[in-house]
């Protein structure tokens, strides 16, 4: 064997071809390995801004619904007769939200997923939840005491089997998006490992020449180590660009957005917590244990005087959110202690005093229009925060694909640049 490659690398032509060869790998390694990374970083890129965090805030928006739906259902409940349309309207609202989200999501994820299984089991539930709705409105036209039993069931099935379904869908959502994240923004080294590897081959085979033919350039190994080098500043530098924009993109605006999801949702059952209370008529302190869970998890422990101690998710949710969704942050932060006052009004007050604080119809001055206040707040902040993630995620795909397209482009030339170069100095010996 080693007598064999003597004879393959014992002259000065045989060197030359065996450079040749290995520059020739080395280069074209360097390009289809930049090219395979790149690609795949592409393709994450690409599937965070159309599948992937697309189909996560759907999963929030769905559980966001179901709640709201909930909440709705539970007020319109209480207002019997008084309540306006509008309050219907929202319930069948949500409700055909939910569906739609649901069958969008079933069409878009694969039959054996996580996510699916959960799916499947929300589209089953959801037409089960809406009659016992049903049923609890018809009973109550009735003047039949049936009217409440059926709410509270029904809550009782979107509060323990359908919202937890629709966590482990936004759970299963969630971890598909930071997967992508995760291969988007992984850096190629070993490709810029290859590329620097070339490079320094590439030097090196120069420097030899030039020290057994004083010629000081290689036209053909310059253009190879050109294009080598322009490849490697290609790599380092798109890369590096697209990182930055892909973080920004997670910390401004989808790892914020998931706070909010949870701000927006712990505040929905908070009020369902306050509906049921009255729904139940006091006739279980579980709805009111709700109420301080979901309210201290939104916005901290409560003092003495009223007020709150720390901010909760509420606070959280302005931590990395992006300039666009301070305002209506802060506003909404604002808008908690009216609600939480009115709350702790209503608890004092008798069943018929307590119904006034909590759903008066048309009232201005009650827990329900500071909850759709502070709703709508957290609405426009998800909005903004939406918008920053696809404004900075936006064409990261298209810039690495374009860097996978030309590192092989690059890889070629230097391939060619090799062959040439070598070349001249094999014909001088002929």
């Keep these: 064997m080693q007598q064999r490659l003597r004879q393959l690398t014992g002259t000065a032509p045989a060197r030359l071809r065996a450079a040749g060869v290995v520059l020739t790998v080395l280069v074209l390694l360097f390009g289809a390995l930049t090219a395979w990374q790149v690609s795949t970083r592409a393709q994450a890129a690409d599937r965070m801004v159309t599948t992937s965090q697309p189909l996560s805030q759907d999963a929030a928006e769905i559980y966001r619904s179901l709640a709201d739906a909930d909440t709705t259902a539970a007020s319109a409940f ?18 055909a939200t939910a569906a739609e989200l649901l069958a969008r999501a079933a069409a878009r994820t694969d039959a054996s997923s996580e996510a699916q299984r959960w799916v499947a089991a929300l589209n089953r539930q959801l037409p089960q939840y809406a009659g016992l ?28 089997t359908m919202l937890p379904d629709a966590q482990k869908l936004v759970e299963a959502e969630n971890r598909r998006l930071d997967q992508d994240y995760s291969v988007a923004a992984d850096f190629p080294w070993t490709a810029l490992g290859f590329g620097l590897l070339a490079l320094g081959a590439l030097v090196w085979c120069q420097v030899l020449l030039l020290r057994r033919t004083n010629r000081v350039f290689n036209p053909g190994l310059l253009a190879a180590s050109a294009a080598v080098l322009a490849g490697v500043f290609w790599l380092s530098g798109g890369t590096l660009s697209a990182v930055l924009d892909l973080e920004d993109a997670h910390s401004h605006g989808a790892a914020p957005l998931r706070v909010l999801n949870k701000a927006r949702i712990e505040a929905l059952q908070s009020r369902t917590a306050e509906n049921l209370d009255l729904v139940s008529r006091g006739g279980s ?7 301080q869970k979901y309210s201290t998890a939104l916005a901290g422990d409560q003092s003495s005087d009223g007020g709150r101690v720390n901010g909760g998710t509420l606070a959280a949710a302005g931590w990395n959110a992006p300039k666009d969704a301070q305002a209506a942050l802060e506003q909404a932060a604002k808008l908690f202690p009216a609600w939480s006052t009115r709350h702790r009004k209503a608890e004092e007050s008798d069943y018929t005093a307590a119904l006034q604080t909590v759903v008066g119809p048309n009232g201005t001055e009650t827990s329900e ?55 001249r100095r094999l014909a001088e010996y002929r």
């Excluded at 302190?285 to 109420?291: A, G, L, P, Q």
């Design 369 to 423: 229009a500071a909850f759709n206040a502070l709703d709508e707040q957290l609405g426009k902040a998800a909005a903004a925060e939406l918008a920053v993630f696809e404004r900075s995620a936006h064409g990261v795909d298209g810039g690495l694909t374009g860097l996978a397209v030309g590192a092989g482009v690059l890889a070629l030339l230097a391939a060619a640049g090799v062959a040439v170069g070598l070349g």
């Design 285 to 291: 302190d579980s709805y009111d244990k709700d109420w």
């Design 78 to 95: 209480l207002l019997a007769g008084d309540a306006p349309p509008a309050l219907r309207e929202r319930y069948e609202r949500d409700l």
């Design 133 to 160: 709705v049903e049923s609890a409105r018809a009973n109550d036209r009735q003047g039949l005491p049936l009217g409440g039993a059926y709410q509270r069931y029904a809550s009782k099935q979107m509060q323990g």
